[in-house]
Every structure is written in structure tokens, then in C-alpha cells.
């Protein structure tokens, strides 16, 4: 059974930086591209970043390039995103999701909740 | 970067009733498209990919089409179990867009 489990979320201040990460198991975790996606409080889908299987191709959304840092862990089945200089607009739910080219973001974990406040 | 533009915002229909939803793209993004459920306090749920090929285990109810900039996601017959917000996503191009989303409710 695939499963992605996110964490690492948690109340950080404004300019403070935090680290989340995504444990994936029941597939193999090396042939997949991941991607992050948020969703502030009440708010819709918004893609926040991509990596390929390799680490070879990364995508950034303009929202937080220059801020985030997506990377992965393939021998240890781990995704993760580095986020400093925190705002109070990415203050979200941070979900991970698998991605193939034919059946995209069909997997995706139950998210874990960043909250920007001073 | 492409505006994936969803409509209704949202819909009140009657059990049993066919509901529509239009996903539209500011370009054309051939049949890059994928449709998700999301219920209240979990994560999406994939529906469609590949604007109308169905999710293993999703329903035949619902259904996915359309090509280049329109696209639709059609369920047959509305069942309480369908409450929720639904959402396109193009991935034709980056950065990957998602629409505003698309919240059923029953009437």
C-alpha cells in the first residue's frame, strides 16, 4: 500500500525557517518525481514545487523561489522541503504527492500544518 | 504561466441531479488535466488524469472530458457520498496551476 507521511510542521515566527519532511513506502520511492503542494486556511490547491526522480530537474512556484529548497533522500525514501524566511501568507497545509507522467499526483499524503505568526 | 479558470465557485444540486463543472486554460494544454476530490479535512483525492481517463477505484460515475483548453468533469448522478470541493489541475507546464475549485453541495 503506497503511503506518504508528511511532518516537521509546527508555529514558527516571521523570517524563521523550517524543515518538512515526507516518508514514503509501499512503492518504489527512486523511479518517482515528488511534488509539494499547500493549501492556506480556507483557501484552494496551490503547487509549491517539484523534483524529479534523480534530483536532476526542480521546479519552484514564484511564491517561493529563492526561499524553498526542495531535495530528496532516495535510499531513504524521503522527501523533504527546506522553507527559511517564512511569511505569514505561507502559513498552509503542506501536502506531499507522488507524480508520474500519466497518472499525476496520485498519491498524496495527509499533510502537515505550517503556521506563520508572530 | 497558464490560469486554469474553474467554474461554478460553487453548486447546489439535488441528489440524483447530473453535475457539470468547467475547467478552462488560458492556453491550450492538449489533454494535460486532472481532476481531484477534496472532502472537508483531508487531502485530494485523484479522480481523472489525462483530462478522462479514470483514477483506479474511482467510480464510473464520474467521468472527465474535453482537450486544448476546455474540459469538463461530469457526475452522472449526485449522491450525498459526492459532497465536496473539486479541483483541476493542468501539468502540461510549469509552475503546475491548479483551478479556484468547484464546492458541491446538496440542495
Known amino acids: 500500500e503506497v503511503q506518504l507521511v508528511e511532518s516537521g510542521g509546527g508555529l514558527v515566527k516571521p523570517g524563521g525557517s523550517l524543515r518538512l519532511s515526507c516518508a514514503a513506502s509501499?512503492?518504489?520511492?527512486?523511479?518517482?518525481?515528488m511534488n509539494w503542494v499547500r493549501q492556506a486556511p480556507g483557501k484552494g490547491l496551490e503547487w509549491v514545487s517539484s523534483?524529479?526522480?534523480?534530483?536532476?530537474?526542480?521546479y519552484y512556484a514564484d511564491s517561493v523561489k529563492g526561499r524553498f529548497t526542495i531535495s530528496r533522500d532516495n535510499a531513504e525514501n524521503s522527501l523533504y522541503l527546506q522553507m527559511n524566511s517564512l511569511r505569514v501568507e505561507d502559513t498552509a497545509v503542506y501536502y506531499c504527492?507522488?507524480?508520474?507522467?500519466?497518472?499525476?499526483?496520485?498519491?498524496w499524503g495527509q499533510g502537515t500544518l505550517v503556521t506563520v505568526s508572530s | 504561466d497558464i490560469q486554469m479558470t474553474q467554474s461554478p465557485f460553487s453548486v447546489s444540486a439535488s441528489v440524483g441531479d447530473r453535475v457539470t463543472i468547467t475547467c478552462r486554460a488560458s492556453?491550450?494544454?492538449?489533454?494535460?488535466l486532472a481532476w481531484f476530490q477534496q472532502k472537508p479535512g483531508k487531502a485530494p483525492k485523484s479522480l481523472i488524469y489525462?483530462?478522462?481517463s479514470l483514477q483506479s477505484g474511482v467510480p464510473s460515475k464520474f467521468s472527465g472530458s474535453g482537450s486544448g483548453a476546455e474540459f469538463t468533469l461530469t457526475i452522472s448522478s449526485l449522491q450525498p457520498e459526492d459532497i465536496a470541493t473539486y479541483y483541476c489541475?493542468?501539468?502540461?507546464?510549469?509552475?503546475?496551476?491548479f483551478g479556484q475549485g468547484t464546492k458541491v453541495e446538496i440542495k
Open positions: 489525462a483530462a478522462s
Open positions: 492556453q491550450g494544454i492538449y489533454n494535460s
Open positions: 523534483i524529479s526522480s534523480s534530483s536532476n530537474n526542480i
Open positions: 489541475l493542468q501539468y502540461d507546464s510549469f509552475p503546475r496551476t
Open positions: 509501499g512503492f518504489t520511492f527512486s523511479v518517482y518525481s
Open positions: 504527492a507522488r507524480y508520474t507522467v500519466t497518472e499525476p499526483l496520485d498519491y
